[in-house]
């Protein structure tokens, strides 16, 4: 996997108080924090458009990213191997990221990511009623930033009603460790729901209501 150039600025105190971060935001730069590797964690600020574009590629969440860190004088600075850890984004609108945590990573040490799967052809149980289920989109791997594949291919083309696919059933990349139990069901074919039947009490409470209101049973003449 190619690495992605990027460019933050470091954070100052004065930068840190709420209405400071809501300015910043409207400026469409985003707070973060690089931290890990047993070394201090450091506050920056990312270009939102830049760091989009980053989100934009292949890699998704799992790229690398190699920032360019400066004081906001000049575009020399530190650089840092990062990853993204976790983004923070607003709840009313997905598309507003209001924090992002990078983590350092060395070239050389595997790291535990998410990878999302990829499902490969049309379950011949679907074309016959069935319902496709996906339990998990995405599964947990191990191994070198460098070898971290863009998805994982599931291929579902012979599933019939009934059948399942389990994380064992998955090929890997080489180089790829699966973290994942390996009964954990993937996807599933479900049989189509059947329509329910009326219940016996609710067809008498139907054969009742055709009875004319009132009726009772005729008595016995007297002799």
Known sequence: ?????????????DETTKG??????QEDRIPAVIYGR?????PVLLEGKEFRKVLSTEAGANVIIELNLTNGKDTKGDSETVMIKEIQRDILLKERILHVDLVRISLKEKQE???PLNLIGEAPG???GGLLQVQKREVMVSCLPTAIPDHIELE???????DSLEAKDLVLPEGVELLEEMEETLVSVLAPEKEEEP???EAEEEEGAEEAPGATEPEEEED
Not at 156 to 162: N, T
């Open 1 to 13: 996997m190619e690495s992605i150039t990027l460019t933050a600025q470091k954070r100052f105190p």
């Open 113 to 115: 990511v998410n990878i």
């Open 126 to 128: 679907v074309k016959e």
């Open 38 to 42: 047993e070394k201090d964690a450091v």
């Open 199 to 201: 219940a016996e009490e």
């Open 20 to 25: 400071e971060l809501k300015h910043l935001r």
């Open 156 to 162: 579902v083309s012979e599933l019939q009603i009934g």
